[in-house]
């Protein structure tokens, strides 16, 4: 049984909370800003700006009984900001690599970006490849099964997504926080921040129980 169940934002939410940073890293125009604003915002710009930098933005989901409250790294995909790319994924516990199904190139520089974080970032970091814009079947140049394939052999999360439909979006969240280490009661981990004594949120259509902070 899954360990995400969206749960009424009422008095007998979740009692606490964990902080996870999370990156997105991908080629420019693959839609890792709209990714982050369908999952923030619910919404969707069809002249997306492309990032200078980075963007921070945060969301809080529910997994059990827990509070994920997750910041989001959207950094810039152009090539001159590549090496501001470990200031944001240093210290991160997650992260979301993405290409475009449309874009061969982009499946080759996702697989280079997956290659980095597992050489340099947190050896326990949970990645999930995004194969975005799968609205656009149609033009597809990669096909599921080779980014499904190549996902398993690399210990990854795999999902197409649509940030034009929101397909899988929520999805491909909620995942990764479920795979996020949560801290019991009886075996405090460090590995995300516990703030103690906090309370549920209002309800929020990326999540169960989130709206962004
Ligand atoms: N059809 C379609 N278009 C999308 C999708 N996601 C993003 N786009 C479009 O692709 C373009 C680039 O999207 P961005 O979100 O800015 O891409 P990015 O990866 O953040 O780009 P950088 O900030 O330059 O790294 C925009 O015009 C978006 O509207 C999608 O799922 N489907
Ligand atoms: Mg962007």
Request: aromatic share 8%.
């Given at each position: 049984m899954s360990r995400a169940q969206p749960r009424p934002a009422n008095g007998a939410g979740p009692n606490r909370t964990c902080q996870f940073k999370m990156v997105l890293l991908g080629e420019s125009a693959v839609g890792k800003s709209s990714l982050v604003l369908r999952f923030v915002k619910g919404q969707f710009h069809e002249y997306q700006e492309s990032t200078i930098g980075a963007a921070f933005l945060t969301q809080t989901v529910c997994v059990d009984d827990t509070t994920v409250k997750l910041e989001l790294w959207d950094t810039a995909?152009?090539?001159?900001?590549?090496?501001?790319?470990p200031m944001y994924y240093r210290g991160a516990q997650a992260a979301i690599v993405v290409y475009d199904i449309t874009n061969p190139d982009t499946f080759s520089r996702a697989k280079v970006w997956v290659k980095e974080l597992q050489r340099q970032?947190?050896?326990?970091i949970v990645i999930a490849l995004a194969g975005n814009k799968a609205d656009l079947s149609q033009k597809r140049q990669i096909e599921v099964q080779d980014a499904q394939t190549y996902a398993e052999e690399n210990g990854l999360i795999f999902m197409e997504t649509s940030a034009k439909t929101a397909m899988n979006v929520n999805d491909i969240f909620m995942a990764i926080a479920k795979k996020l280490p949560r801290p019991t009661d009886r075996n405090d981990s460090n590995k995300g921040i516990v703030i103690p004594g906090s309370t549920n949120t209002a309800s929020g259509s990326g999540s169960c129980c989130g709206n962004s902070k």
């Open positions: 995909g152009q090539e001159r900001y590549h090496s501001l790319a970032a947190a050896p326990e």
